[in-house]
């Protein structure tokens, strides 16, 4: 809340805290984290499921951008950007 998260440290959170899952894995169980990458490979976007088919979902990084509880599949829809690929993480 108080810090403007940037691409690296949520890299260094990632390979420390979380343990990636096969691209198969569409697991929305509590504390997967669903990660968005641009065609570069860089982190676009990134939200974590809350268990029960539901996701915390942030849609831009804008202090007016509410914070939002969406189903699993509405998150996928409304991160959906062309040449953007998810892959999901689960916590450790």
Do not use: F, Y
């Not at 990636?20 to 570069?40: A, E, I, K, Q, S």
């Not at 007016?64 to 690929?85: D, Q």
Request: glycine share 10%; with cysteine; charged share 30%.
């Amino acid at each position: 809340r108080e810090e403007w998260m940037q691409r690296e440290p949520i890299e260094a959170w990632l390979r420390e805290r979380t343990r990636l899952l096969p691209r198969h894995d569409t697991d929305g169980g509590l504390g997967v984290v669903h990660v968005w990458r641009n065609p570069d490979g860089l982190i676009d976007h990134a939200a974590v499921s809350l268990g029960g088919g539901c996701a915390l979902h942030k849609p831009s990084c804008g202090w007016m951008s509410p914070t939002k509880v969406l189903t699993t599949r509405e998150l996928m829809a409304s991160a959906r950007v062309p040449g953007r690929r998810v892959r999901r993480h689960r916590l450790l």
